[in-house]
């Protein structure tokens, strides 16, 4: 069980660092051109905090469990990253988007989070 959960959260912090990362570089104005239309219900600081978040909730899944320092870090990031997925979610659903990609990834975080508390 072990496994499959550094698997799953090699994945989900893969997923968010990525996700988050491009938010962090990328203009507002860019992620509505690259058909990410929800950002234009945000500001530019606001999608960045998005971005940051989502960076930082990588980093948690993956550096306090692997160093033992504070692992109760990774259960409260994964879920904290479920909590982002939650208003990803209602947002995607407001804006009659497809509901699957934060559906799905709050599902797995919120799984990472179960299992390592």
Known sequence: MNVALWVLQGFLAFAFGAAGLFKLVTSRQGLIEKKMGWAA????????????????????????????????????????????????????????????????????AAAVAGFRF
């Open 41 to 108: 219900d945000f500001t530019d600081g606001q999608v960045k905090l998005i971005g940051l978040a989502e960076v930082l909730g990588a980093a948690g899944l993956i550096v306090p469990w692997a160093t033992g320092i504070l692992p109760v870090l990774t259960p409260i990031a994964a879920l904290c990253l479920a909590i982002v997925m939650g208003g990803a979610l209602a947002v995607h659903v407001r804006r009659k988007e497809p509901p699957f990609p934060p559906l799905i990834l709050g599902i797995l």
